[in-house]
Every structure is written in structure tokens, then in C-alpha cells.
């Protein structure tokens, strides 16, 4: 089961750029929460930061707390820890080139150390069917690399690995962006799934794409969080004329 | 060019340019040529004189025909198994370094320009080196000492290379593993390094070949043996520098075999620049990106 | 599009996000996964052996600083003995023999040792090498990049490299054998007959060895060094340049010269110095076919001897400690001069190719 993400006055830098500027948000627990902003709002810097993914960057810099469950993750835990618990689905799919389909979706559990044959194989399984490519790939899991299939396919794959290691939240950049529409609605249906179980933030810039898998929506402006809301609120009534502007395409 | 202000220039200018094409095209040849030629001299000279005798005896003494150059093939091969012992290990670990923890910082700059600065320092000048570290206070000729210099000399060689296909592995790939949560080396071994391994192979291949053909840095380190040997504190042979002695040798039999040695090196050499040439161009990372 | 609208999700957004996640079905859960997550949270964070590894490849970098001090070390310390004999004047002097009131410079037996003759053998043989390289290595690269078909470019470069990789004894010995018969039966008389006015081309040396033979074997090693280098910079020439020069209605040459040659010929430079460096350090090629005799002469087809090749032929029978640590010294010297050189050739090749990785074939 997933847990809530909970941020304090969170600063975000890139060298001399101040990327986010005072957040402050509640993501719920199980449910779907997406940020929606024009290009350069911050919003991918953001869920970097839930998995402290923006530190391999060597440049940037963070400041204020952010809590996922009952762990302050800056105060309390490594970036490896937290990234363990806080899986991510990147903007293109990045298969791991030189391995199998298998390995592609075991490894992170191999290379954490895990090495139960058996359960790896059922959760391979299970990740796969979770990630509803179970019935493209099965056949030769271990003979294709995880390179050889499409795009949709390689980003379902990576959904696959990423929720091979059971986390408890998962996090998704901009997750179809580079992908057909077919793809794009199989990855919705997917995340729409998920959900029950896990606690998932999903960058986009496709408000349209917001409105159909999540619950909550966030809008980014220039590094600050202008309005965050029930998804109805937002598409419908939102309360700053910024946010206003922006669904309405005024600007973005 | 309807109207043509200078007929006379503009010709000159066809002319020149005509020229230029030609005399590119004669250069060229002209270094073709050589490589033609040594290549076919020593196809001619070392494949006859190949045979199963040069890989399994060892020299015979002068004016007894035959033998050949065992003892060296196993001598070279013990001083190329210490040289990648030395070198591909640190040569990789400084690659990685390069590559995946100091890009762009001042010191990785440093390393990386010396490794280019040792890497045309004369060959000759690692053997007296290594002959003062080495060989002085051990005070006897060594097959170590040979090793350790040929070893050195690869460092660059296999540094540069390895950092070289490190930088060619997309960085969405290393993404990947940290996000999920696999602890930095891990992530560096198993993922980046494993991705460029088929580039990185074929750098220290490449490394290899080159320091398998070194003559200068065993002259007076390995300096050479006529008898089996494999004891790593005597002097041992090496195909190179048995090469150079037959070569100098007033005996035709002894060119015989300095030639089909020279045939199996070159051959051994040729393979390793062919598969890197393969492998750099197939794209070290197919389907990645 | 029909599977956008097969889909079981309402495309209407704004429903409640109650009604939303009852409607859909649970996925199958795995029974593992909180032992998997009790697994992984179990795990150390790493941070230990993230370290030490970070620090090992730090360790195996500052190698390579390591080795360079190394043999520097070690060369000055084993050339103590020739420097505090002979101090600067080991790179100038000579030395006048007592019975022929000749000239000289080596003598091991009596302990008298100048660089002279070495030097010089070095830098006639080194700078032959450059003469005969350099236009032939600029008209390869001129030709691979510029003019060659693409079909062909791929094996010429490839003959190339494997030119590059060619053993140095192996270069020794064709040219002890092909080279030196050839020089000696076919072209040295021409030079002879047509430039011998000049002095540089003495007939008193009948084995066809000396500084002629090892600059021509060296030209024929450096050749692919600088040409690949050429090729090199001349790539990294944005195409930009040579559209801007074409459509001033140059010629292809005229292009070539304005456009390109201009833009690379730093690069240029530091190619040909790197060429240049390597030449003065060649040792086996150059060892078999110069001569060996520590002499100076004007004439090219004389004997000769070059640093590299005094040191790997009288090495391991040096009679006596001044005489190693004087061979040591020269290797000091070498070692020096081909830093430098090599420096100031790296310099200026990455001032051009800066940014660009560098494409080697």
C-alpha cells in the first residue's frame, strides 16, 4: 500500500537558478495527483526531489522537508533508501540496453542484492501483469533484450521494473510524452490501476492527460505552486486567474 | 557563370583546383604503398617460413637448422598476462573516474591531459625506469620488471579508451539504476561499465596489441632468453625481442623465424585494430539511447 | 483510433475520485512484495562501499600522476653520477682524442660522454621524418575528407590505422631489409649524382644506413599519427565554413584552403608536433637501420645515432656506472623534451577539437 507525501517549504536550486521556490503540498496516499505547468515551471525538478533523484546532479541544491509516510527523507534516510521506496518512470523509456526483458524487470531487486530464484521469477510475473505487458512478452522474457521492443512496450517495461521492488510511491516524468497515442492511453489505463495501490504523482504536460487518471492536480508557474486542488476544481473552477488562463490556453 | 570577366583566372583557378585533387590522390598512394608492401613482404617472407616447429621448439644454435620461438610466444604471453594485470584494472578505474566522477572538475581535466602526455612518452624511457626501480635493487634482470613497464604503458591507452566508450553509454540508462535505488558502484559496475563493456574490451585489446609488439622497455628489463623460462625472477624471452636479435643476426635461418614472428604479430595486431573497428562502428550500444 | 475509445476509463474527467477507484478493478497483488519491501528496507544504504569505491577510481586516476613522477624520480636519481660530472656541458661539449687529435664526443673507456652527437642524430632524423611526413599525412587527410568517395574512405582510414599499429621492430627490420637495399642500390646514388654539391649527400658510407634511412622509416611511422589527427580537426570544422566559402562560388581547393585548412590549422600544428614527438623518442626502427656510430656528419647518408638509439644498444653492456648514468641522463633529457612536446601538441589540438569528442577513425 502506498503512503502520503507530505512537503514543507521546499527550495530547489540549480547553480545560481532558483527552480522551486516555497512548496508546501499534501500528496494523498493511493490515489493519483498530477502536476500540470508550462514547460521550465519546476515541476519535473519537483518530483526529482521526492526521490532525490536531483542530486546526481552535482549542482544542485535543496533545502525545507519533505516526509513520504513517516520518513523525512533529507533528515532521516540516503538517497538509496528513499529511492527503494520511491519508484520512478522516467520521461523516455530507458530499458537497461545489455539485459534481457527477465533482467530488465528483476534488477532491481538483483542488484539490490536479492537473490531468491524463485520469488524472483513470480515477481517478475506479477510486475509484468501489473504492467499488463505480461501477455506481449511472456513468451521470451529471457531471449529479447528489453531494447528490442517499442516504445510503448520499453515504457511498460520500465513501469514493470519500477514496481518489481514494491514501492510505496511511484513516480512518473512526463511518462508519455514520447509516445504514440495507442501507447500513451494503454500507459493511462495503467496508471489508472495502479493507483489502488500505489500513491503515484505524474508529471504532464497534457492537461487533458491530468483530468483522466488523477484525483488531485497541482499547477507549477515559474518554480512556485500556484494552486493545488481536486482535479474537478481545477479543470472547473480553479481559484487563481493564473491557473485560469493556463487551462483555458491562454498561455503554455 | 553566364558572363565571365576573367576567362584566363578563372581557368588557372580550375586548373589549381585539378592539381590539388591529383596530388592528394598521389599522396595518398604514396602512404598506401609502404603498407602494401611490408605487408606483403611479410606475408611472403613469414608464411614461408611458418611452420609447427616455430610454435613449439625453441632456438636451435647457430648453424643447426630449424627450431623456433616457443619459448618467446610463452615469454610474451607471461609478460602480457602481468601487463594486463597492471594495466587494464587501474587503466579502467581511471577511466571510470574520468567518465562517471570527475566530468568536467579540474582534476579529471588534469588526468585526462597527462594520460595523453604519457602516452607519447618514448618507450625506451619507460624500460630505464622501470630498469632503476626494478632491476637496480633487485639486481638481476627480471620477467617482473618486463611486465610491470609494458603493464604502465597501457595504463593511458586503456584509461582513455575506457572513459572514452563510458561517455557514449546514455545517461537516461544510469538514471535508471539509481532510481532504483542501487547503490552508486553497483550502479557504475553492473550497469554503466557492463553497457561500454564490448567498447572497453576492445580498448584494452587495443592496448594490448600495441604493448605486445614493445621492444624498447624489455631490452633491458625482460632482456631476453634462448631457453624456456617461466620463472617471473629470471630473464625471459619475448617475441619482439627475439625479432630484433634474429633480425640483426648475420644467419638466414635466424631471419627466417624473425620474419614468421613478425607474421604472427602483425596478425595478432591486425585482429585487435579489425575488431575495434567492428565494434566502434556497429555503435557500441546498440538499440541504446 | 479505435482503442481510444475501447477503453473502459470514462474519458469524462471530472467524475469524483470515489466513483473512480471503485470502478476499477484491483490489480492482482503479489503476496512477496512486503517481503520483498521488508528486504529491501533491510538493506544498508551502501554509503561505506559507495565511498571506498569512489575513492579507489580516484586512486587508480592520481596513478597516472604517480607513474609520470615516478620515472621522473628515477631518472634523476640514477643520473646523479653524469650530471655532477659533467653538469650542463654534458649537452654541448666534446672532447679532443690525445693520440688522433680528432673530434669526439663517446668515449666509455675513458669516461667522457656529451649528448652532442645524439642530439643531433635525433633532431636531423626526427625533422627528415617531419619534411617527408608532413605533406604526404595533409593531402591523405585532405583526400579522405574532402575528396574521397565514401566507399573508399573506410578501408583508407582503416590501412591507416593499421599503419599506426605496425611494431617498431617490425618497421626495423623491413627497413634493415627493403628499405636500406633500396636507398643503397636506387636512390642514394641519384641524390648523389644530382644534389651531392649541396654536402648533404656524401658518397662514404656504402651500407645504405644512417640518418636518410631512419627519417624515411620515421617518416613512414608518424605518417599516420599526423594524418589521423589532420583528419581529425578538419572534421570538427563546422560545415557552416565550407558552405560559406562554396557559395562565394569558390573552387573545391579554393574551399578547402579558405574554409577548412584555415579554420584547422592549429590543430594542424599540434598534429604535427605530435608526429614530431614521437619521431624523437622512436627507438627499434630507428636503432637498426641509423648506423649507430656517435659521430656528426653534414652528409644525410652518413652513420649516425639518435638518443633512443644509443641507449637501447649500449644499455645492458654499459662498461662502467658513468656510462649507465650518462645513457640515463640522455633518457632524462628524452623523457623532458617529449612531455613538452607532447604538452604543447595536446594543448593545441584540444584548443581546436574543444567540445567536439574526439573521433579517432
Redesign the interface.
Known sequence: MGVGIEVTNLNAWYGANHTLQDINLNIPA??ATALIGPSGCGKSTFVRCL?R?HE?NPIARVTGSVRIGDLDIYAE?????????V??V?Q?P?????MSIYDNVA???K????SNRR?LD??VE??L??SALWDEVKDDLKKK?G??LSGGQQQRL?IA??L???P?VLLMDEPASTLD??ST??I??LI??????YTIVIVTHNM?QA??VA??TGFFLNGRMVEFD???KI??NPSDKRTEDYITGRFG | MSTNHFPLRSRLRTLTDRAVTGLTILATVIVVAPLVAIFAYLVYKGASSLNLAFFTQIPKPVGVAGGGMANAILGSAILLAIASAIGVPIGIGGGIFLAEFGRGTRLANAVRFTADVLNGVPSIVMGLAIYALIVIPQKHFSALSGGVALGIMMIPTVCRTTEEMLMMV?H?????????????W??VL??TV??A?PGIITGCMLAFARVAGETAPLLFTALGNDFWSSNLNQPIAALPLQIYVYALSPYDDWHRLAWAGSLVLIVLIVLAVSLVRYVTSRGV????S | ?P??RA???P?Q?????AA??SA???????P??????R???A?G???LADRGFHWLMVLCALSIFGIVALILWQLLLRSQLSWHAFGFRFFYQSFTDPDSHRTMYWDPVNSLFSAVPFIYGTLVSSFLALLLAVPLAVGVAVFLTEMCPGALRGPLAFLTELLAAIPSVIYGFWGFFVLVPLLREHVNPLLIQWFGWTGLFNNDNPTGLGFLAAGVILAIMILPIISSLTREVMTAVPHSQREAVLALGATRWEMIRMGVLRNARIGIVGGIILGLGRALGETMAVTMVIGNTPEIHRSLLSNGSSMAAVIATQFTEAVGDMHLSALIELGLALFIVTIIVNALAQLLVWAVTRGAPAQTH
Open positions: 493511493n490515489h526521490n533523484m546526481t534516510a540516503k538517497p538509496v533508501e528513499i529511492r527503494r521506496r519508484g520512478m522516467f523516455r530507458n530499458p537497461f540496453p545489455t534488477a532491481g531487486l542488484l539490490n542484492g536479492y520469488s513470480e515477481i506479477n510486475s501483469k501489473n533484450s531494447a528490442s520500465c521494473r519500477a518489481a521492488v514494491d510505496e497515442p495507442v492511453s494503454k493511462e489505463d489508472f490501476q495502479l493507483k489502488v495501490q487533458q483530468a483522466r484525483e488531485k481536486s482535479t474537478h479543470f472547473t | 546514455p537516461a540508462v544510469r538514471e535508471a539504476a539509481l532510481g532504483l535505488g542501487v547503490p552508486n553497483r550502479s553492473s550497469i557492463k553497457t563493456s550500444l546498440k538499440g541504446a | 483510433m482503442e481510444f477503453r473502459q476509463i474519458s474527467p471530472f467524475e469524483t475520485p473512480q477507484s476499477v478493478p484491483a490489480a492482482s497483488s503479489a512477496e512484495s512486503s517481503a520483498v519491501r528486504f529491501l528496507l538493506r544504504n551502501s554509503a
